[in-house]
């Protein structure tokens, strides 16, 4: 079974767990590892800069609704084979939370739409990831590398 480091955000401790574990709790975001070919899609969001798009689950939403719609709000993206992979547990010294992790296919991306949350949308090869992404580290790495395999592409 494929290990998992802890990783840090700021004062918050993250833990990912693969599927088949479901968190606890009702995940309060999602996160959408979208593929096409070798390169996945990321997003230049304001204040957090390159990332998978993501987002918090709505009132009432299911976390693989919220996947759909945060994939289309932020990136434009229709997602095929969008599966569940996983989840992180998201701690500080007062609160746990969770976050749900898909990964899918890009079946098509339209322009982003003036005015959202993204100011641009690119796909990207894993050795530039490394030099870009929000929040690289060995965690990160990994899980990008299993939302690879959870689709049964190769890693690089």
Known sequence: MKRFPVGKYGRQQLSFFPAPYRAPLRSFAVLVFAWKDDKVVVCDISRRGWSVPSGRVEHGETSLEAARREAFEEAGLQVSELNY?????????????WVDAFSGLVESMTPIQPGGESRAVRLVTMAELAE?????????KIVFEYSRESLNLPVE
Do not use: A, F, P, S
Request: aromatic share 14%; with cysteine; glycine share 4%.
């Open 132 to 140: 870009i992404y929000h929040l690289w580290n060995d965690l990160t």
């Open 85 to 97: 992979m996983g989840c992180y547990q998201v701690r500080d010294r007062k609160e746990t939370r």
